[in-house]
T-cell receptor
Framework: NAGVTQTPKFRILKIGQSMTLQCTQDMNHNYMYWYRQDPGMGLKLIYYSVGAGITDKGEVPNGYNVSRSTTEDFPLRLELAAPSQTSVYFC???????????FGSGTRLTVV | DAKTTQPPSMDCAEGRAANLPCNHSTISGNEYVYWYRQIHSQGPQYIIHGLKNNETNEMASLIITEDRKSSTLILPHATLRDTAVYYCIVTFGFQKLVFGTGTRLLVSP
């Protein structure tokens, strides 16, 4: 059981470039989430999904897009990267019960 | 989601109990109290959650006051590996976790 796997672990982007952060889980969880964490701050929700084909915006969705074509995968797309998107990105999943979330180990993104 | 208030930092001696408080005075009847921790730059780790009864698991105990306006996370015998940022989160169900800035716990020898 790998849990929640995020790739890549580190990435440097130039302003205006695009990239996709990958997230996959092998626990058959319906609920998946993307958070970002800026230095010294708590996590902020970007997007979330309650099941395949269903996504919704969180607190800070601007500049990002998501898709959920399968239960396992929930990629986060950055279009036209900006320095303000420099952050650590965490993906998480939840089985849909009042239990704990499982988080991935994060992707550290720097936009220069 | 209800807001929570936590002290920004706390210290604890290794081997002693660490008691981390959280105020959530606007909590509603169907909202749960969750605790997570984040060690260094790793992903947050689930610790425990509860509705109104006290809860205990292999990691910690959660004490919720009778009026549910505050709670305390107890690490019974803190170790150096418990040094982390601890987040208290109040939410309904499982759809969203709203993270504050948490309590930075430093466990010292």
């Amino acid at each position: 059981n790998a849990g929640v796997t995020q790739t890549p672990k580190f990435r440097i982007l130039k302003i205006g470039q695009s990239m996709t952060l990958q997230c996959t889980q092998d626990m058959n969880h319906n609920y998946m989430y993307w958070y970002r964490q800026d230095p010294g701050m708590g996590l902020k929700l970007i997007y979330y999904s309650v099941g395949a084909g269903i996504t919704d915006k969180g607190e800070v969705p601007n500049g990002y897009n998501v898709s959920r074509s399968t239960t396992e995968d929930f990629p986060l797309r950055l279009e036209l990267a900006a320095p303000s998107q420099t952050s650590v990105y965490f993906c998480a999943s939840n089985p849909g019960q009042t239990g704990g979330y499982t988080f991935g180990s994060g992707t550290r993104l720097t936009v220069v | 989601d209800a807001k929570t208030t936590q002290p920004p930092s706390m210290d604890c001696a290794e081997g002693r109990a660490a008691n981390l408080p959280c105020n959530h005075s606007t909590i509603s009847g169907n909202e749960y109290v969750y605790w997570y921790r984040q060690i260094h730059s790793q992903g947050p780790q689930y610790i425990i959650h509860g509705l109104k009864n006290n809860e205990t698991n292999e990691m910690a105990s959660l004490i919720i006051t009778e009026d549910r306006k505050s709670s305390t996370l107890i690490l019974p015998h803190a170790t150096l590996r418990d040094t982390a940022v601890y987040y208290c989160i109040v939410t309904f169900g499982f759809q969203k976790l709203v993270f504050g800035t948490g309590t930075r716990l430093l466990v010292s020898p």
